[in-house]
């Protein structure tokens, strides 16, 4: 079972670079998603994480669904509802670990972690007839564009990184550990400077300081340098939908495909791997934020 999520869901990545197009990017680009920008969100309203978000976002622009709803046969079926005849599921996985006890050298009990991974298919709610109305209600208008934008330049100066601005290239300098970014009015929009920002402060999260994420990298171009590009990527993508935000491919895309596929097409877990770097970053950059703006929010949800 393993050896099928991972091959399944790195072949439809794989398909998507070869027709030139980023999965993680097709929410926004592809226009199939009307309203608030979300991540997709478990029957409970939580959101999914890592690989799974870039699986349903792909999967939801493949079947021009609107909703980010996601559930099971069996949580359809404990709302009262069912799932439309000749409907099929999506794949989604959920990752663990699961401790055995061995007997070690010295003759004692010793336990050991296993990671495992397993699939399960869900299906969105346009699939389903039956569920409680607020399923169905579509998602409302975007807030207006400014304050929206206010939010995101919140978000990132609480990070705290050290962000400097001037010359015309986006980059991540590890020796200075600061974030270099072109002036903001030299962007073509708010979204693509906020955008790039992100994929940058991703990078600043890989910081031995931080979260000490290596990626192999030896040399400009080389394999560890696309894998650290791929997280880079996908956090930015992440963050992209925490912040509302409505990125637009970059220029530099297209030469970082080739090299993505070498590594995705080489190891059928790169692609999880990623995800999971990315996820990381993006938590890690949340946690940067005060709490009690996060307590805020649990009262604004309420």
């Given at each position: ?106 003759g004692q009990d010793e336990e050991r972690k296993i990671p495992f991974m397993k699939g399960y298919s869900v299906f969105n709610v346009e699939q389903i007839e039956g569920l409680p109305e607020h399923y169905y209600t579509k998602p409302e208008a975007m ?160």
């Amino acid at each position: 079972m393993k050896k099928n999520v991972y091959q399944k869901v790195t072949d439809k990545i794989i398909a998507d670079l070869e027709q030139g197009e980023l999965s993680w990017l097709k929410p926004w680009s592809n226009g199939n998603l009307e309203g608030k920008i979300t991540k997709p969100l478990r029957h409970n309203g939580m959101p999914y994480n890592g690989i799974n978000i870039l699986m349903l976002w792909g999967a939801s622009v493949e079947a021009g669904y609107l909703s980010s709803y996601w559930m099971t046969f069996r949580q359809a079926k404990e709302l009262g509802a069912h799932v439309k005849k000749g409907e099929c599921g999506n794949l989604v996985v959920y990752a663990n670990t699961i401790t055995k006890t061995e007997e070690g050298e010295n003759g004692q009990d010793e336990e050991r972690k296993i990671p495992f991974m397993k699939g399960y298919s869900v299906f969105n709610v346009e699939q389903i007839e039956g569920l409680p109305e607020h399923y169905y209600t579509k998602p409302e208008a975007m807030i207006d564009p400014a304050l929206r934008i206010d939010h995101a330049e919140e978000f990132f100066n609480r990070t705290r990184a050290d962000i400097r601005h001037g010359g015309n290239r986006a980059y991540y300098s590890c020796g200075g550990d600061h974030v270099q970014m072109p002036y903001f009015e030299t962007f073509r929009s708010p979204e693509a400077y906020y955008a790039t920002l992100a994929h940058e402060l991703t990078h600043w999260t890989k910081h031995k300081s931080r979260l000490d994420r290596e990626s192999g990298r030896k040399k400009w171009g080389d394999e560890g340098y696309a894998r650290e590009e791929l997280v880079a990527e996908l956090g930015a993508a992440f963050l992209c939908a925490d912040l509302e935000l409505m990125p637009e491919p970059g220029i530099d895309h297209a030469a970082y495909i080739q090299s993505w596929l070498k590594v995705l097409k080489e190891d059928k877990r790169a692609i999880f791997s990623a995800a999971a770097h990315a996820q990381r970053a993006a938590d890690f950059l949340h946690g940067c934020q005060p709490v009690i703006e996060e307590e805020d929010k649990e009262g604004v949800a309420a």
